[in-house]
């Protein structure tokens, strides 16, 4: 009854949360610089009766609420956006433009649902905080900056995210997908990759393109590199492992005529095992090195860690825990086991910082008629949008309602059953 009475305002609620959604979708920014997502939410939490911290981790926030003995338990949403031209042809598409981390120009769009995971929380958050007579605990409600660079969550533990109400027993958090939307899937343990991102140097000897012979050309090294490297979970890792290796950026020369002295190439290593990540790491080093002797380089290649995500990892028992009461609140028939997903998430640094359990799961965001026949044609990869595409973009219902649901159950249940999964 506690639960049925938290989520009766949700109804009500929904026209005002799909005015939040829209505004953030039409407003996004880039990581670090969500200074209006950032003052939005904080003034939602204030109205709420939530004590707010604002600038923790840059432009992360912070709210408490505090209402007497229990368990302490964080919910989390991320809030930064993509440098990505949105084509959706939506009404309330997004047009801004911002400056990159290297100062560059660029669009801005919300192409991995940032907007909506910041949407739920907030609509969580109210009805858990005018439903307060029905839980006994502290809510910490965190509006994590930067997760798409990589340091957001881990930037808001340095700067001191769990001083104000002390570390949470439990952290919990949640992403859209392109899957039917109002369908919640969840998977203990491992649920999504880890990844490092390396920015790679080739150093070569530039000249005339007419006379290749008195250069070392780093187009040709670079060439080969790549190639190389497409070997290494092919010939290296186990079938019955699984790594990816992606060469997504590689920049040389300025001239059809010039040969350059130095190619740079920006590569994407994803991986579920630690000893394999290091394996494919190391690897793809030993690879560079190699073919940059080969070519007889003038000097050895730089190799820069520019990024990385630790593996998203769930509590078992916790997890078990929150897919049960999933299902008696959505029944079976909308609660499924999640796939292993090669994408990252640094909301695993708050768990770990804090010594306590995790839990990390999925929520479906499009269209289900269109989904389901998607994938009964054989066409979910080809016709369905998936998160950083430019045509992304969460079906606002129920959608909207499904993903504040889950946050309010798995809250509730934590809440106010101490001490159980």
Not at 398 to 407: F, I
Request: charged share 20%; net charge negative.
């Amino acid at each position: 009854m506690s639960l049925e009475s938290v989520l009766a305002p949700l109804q009500a609620a929904l026209p005002g949360l799909e005015d939040l959604y829209t505004d953030l979708h039409r407003h996004p920014e880039l990581s670090f610089a969500e200074t209006r997502t950032a003052a939005e939410l904080a003034r939602r939490l204030e109205a709420d009766g939530y004590e707010v911290h604002t600038g923790i981790g840059r432009t992360g926030v912070l709210g408490v609420l505090r209402n007497g003995p229990g368990p302490k338990v964080m919910l989390r949403a991320d809030i930064d956006a993509l440098p990505v031209e949105e084509k959706t042809g939506l009404p309330y598409a997004s047009t801004a433009r911002g400056a990159d981390a290297d100062g560059r120009d660029v669009p801005v769009m919300h192409a991995c649902g940032h907007d909506m995971h910041a949407t739920w929380l907030s609509g969580a958050a109210s009805l858990l905080a005018a439903g307060r007579e029905h839980w006994s605990g502290t809510l910490m409600v965190v509006f994590q900056p930067g997760e798409e660079a990589g340091d957001g969550a881990a930037g808001m533990v340095r700067d001191g995210v769990f001083e104000p109400a002390g570390k949470p027993d439990v952290v919990l958090g949640q992403h859209v997908v392109p899957g039917p939307a109002g369908w919640v899937l969840t998977r203990p343990g491992v649920i999504m990759a880890a990844t490092d991102a390396l920015r790679i140097t080739l150093h070569g000897r530039g000249g005339h393109g007419s006379r290749p012979e008195t250069t070392v050309d780093p187009a040709v090294l670079a060439a080969s590199v790549v190639l190389k490297l497409q070997t290494i979970v092919s010939r290296e890792i186990s079938a019955t492992e699984s790594a990816v290796v992606t060469v997504g950026s590689l920049h040389v020369g300025t001239a059809h005529n010039i040969i350059a002295d130095q190619a740079v190439l920006e590569v994407n290593i994803r991986s579920f095992d630690q000893a394999v990540r290091e394996k494919v790491v190391a690897a793809v080093e030993r690879i560079v090195q190699g073919e940059a002797a080969t070519a007889g380089a003038p000097k050895p290649p730089e190799i820069e860690r520019i990024g990385a995500f630790p593996v998203t990892e769930n509590d078992d028992a916790a997890t078990e825990g929150l897919t049960a009461a999933f299902r008696d609140h959505f029944g079976e028939g909308r609660v499924m086991p999640a796939p292993l997903v090669t994408g990252s998430e640094d909301f695993s640094e708050f768990g770990r910082a804090a010594g306590v359990p995790s839990v990390f799961w999925l929520v479906g965001g499009l269209d289900e008629g269109k989904v389901i026949a998607a994938m009964t044609a054989g066409r979910f990869e080809q016709d369905i949008p998936s998160n950083h595409s430019p045509l992304f973009a969460p079906v606002p219902h129920p959608t909207l309602s499904a993903g504040v649901e889950t946050l309010v159950v798995a809250a509730l249940h934590r809440l106010t059953h101490p001490g159980v999964g």
